[in-house]
């Protein structure tokens, strides 16, 4: 079963970056869809950026022209750059299969990296 390991968070002030990287075992990734999701103290799971197969990126729109969603195929990642970061991107961020912007994935979560942005 594929695992899903997330790594790159921390803590940075507002205005900063970070960038999150997602690791994926086991085959067939170049033709999945693959989503980045968020979950803050309090509220449900939200996905935040999104990549299918063939490159097509998507976004919320709080986070569109700051944050850019990447995959590298040969090595079965999955990025996921910050850059002018607000408090309200404080969240454990997770990466899991998209299969839509409405929907979450019922595949297992991995452990998350922690994001914080102070004010």
Partial sequence: QVQFVESGGGLV???GSLRLSCAASGSAFNINDFGWYRQAP???RELVAA???G???N???????????SRDNAKNTVA????SLL???TAVYYCNYYIG???QPSHSWGQGTQVTVSS
Avoid at 59 to 69: A, I, L, P, Q
Avoid at 80 to 83: D, E, G, T, V
């Fill in 13 to 15: 002030q507002t205005g």
């Fill in 42 to 44: 309090g509220k449900q």
């Fill in 51 to 53: 990549i299918t197969s």
């Fill in 55 to 57: 490159g097509t990126t």
């Fill in 59 to 69: 976004y919320k729109d709080s986070v569109k022209g700051r944050f850019t969603v």
């Fill in 80 to 83: 996921l750059q910050m850059n």
């Fill in 87 to 89: 408090p309200e991107a």
């Fill in 101 to 103: 912007a409405r929907f």
